[in-house]
């Protein structure tokens, strides 16, 4: 494959912070969750927190990585600005985002889910029928934030989950993938501890704001002009997924379609971002 010195490392994340995009709906309320999860099985803690938000509407929901969100606002005024990439690195590398930042749509009206994520220089986008968890109540309780919470159970996408819910928030919605209960999902985990999705906050918004659909990176210059996001299959995402994890200066020569090496000439070493997924 064709070489290409180090420093195109840092032009390329230059050009990949931010996006077209298309209204789908409408939020009328918020939450906060804090998702708290480990990367290897035998972590007795968990070893990283991210802060998700979920915009909820009348026909859709979206629930993704507020530091991420800030990152990527912060590189394209930097863009529009003529920044260099070093500069947009030095404005950004306090908003901490480990990895790849999914973001979840849900499409009640169209029954699907799609979900959409950027890597090093591509975004990728997949949709799956929109399937609700075949849920078993259970008579136990708990107060989170102030709301009577009931659990609830179920097996869905191969891990089991027990969640709490709250009628008190009339809302078939939840964090993730996971909805159509009584009541807003309030606190999930999974029977093996790996992931923790607690909320924080819950607003009924006064002024309802638009839910974007973001589908294409950014041009050299800012703006939403960049290359659509590729469509692909939920297999070929999960393959993608793991690729990236497992190496991700390998996954960056895949995408780029050429050999990225130091300055020395060297091939960049394995970089491995130890994961867990949330589907099996």
């Not at 050009?15 to 077209?20: D, G, K, L, R, S």
């Not at 863009?79 to 260099?84: A, D, H, R, T, Y």
Request: include cysteine; aromatic fraction near 16%.
């Amino acid at each position: 494959m064709r070489r290409i010195p180090i420093f195109f490392f840092a032009w390329i994340f230059a050009i990949v912070a931010t996006h077209a995009q298309e209204t789908i709906d409408t939020a009328r309320f918020w939450a906060v969750y804090k998702f708290s999860y480990k990367t290897a099985p035998e972590q007795p803690e968990f070893d990283w927190i991210d802060w998700m938000y979920l915009d909820i509407g009348d026909k859709a929901t979206k629930y993704f990585n507020r530091y991420a969100e800030i990152k990527d606002s912060v590189k394209n005024e930097g863009l529009k600005k003529g920044l260099s990439g070093w500069e947009l690195f030095e404005m950004t590398k306090e908003y901490p985002v480990r990895g790849a930042a999914p973001i979840y749509y849900q499409l009640y009206n169209e029954k699907k889910t799609r979900v959409a994520t950027e890597y090093v220089a591509h975004g990728y986008v997949y949709e799956e029928p929109l399937a609700m968890p075949n849920w078993t109540l259970q008579e136990d309780t708990m107060t989170i934030l102030g709301y009577l919470c009931h659990r609830a159970t179920t097996h869905y996408l191969g891990r089991d989950w027990e969640v709490y819910y709250t009628t008190e928030i009339p809302l078939n919605r939840g964090p993730w993938k996971l909805w159509g209960l009584p009541g807003l999902i309030t606190q999930a985990t999974d029977a093996d501890h790996y992931f923790l999705i607690e909320m924080d906050q819950f607003k009924h918004l006064t002024e309802p704001i638009p839910m974007t659909y973001i589908h294409r990176t950014l041009g050299h210059k800012g703006g939403y002009t960049g290359d659509e996001y590729k469509k692909i299959t939920k297999a070929t995402y999960l393959k993608y997924e793991a690729s990236y994890h497992e190496d991700v200066n390998a996954f960056m020569n895949f995408e780029i379609g050429s050999e990225i090496r130091d300055t020395e000439g060297n091939p960049l070493p394995v970089n491995k971002l130890p994961y867990i997924p949330l589907e099996k």
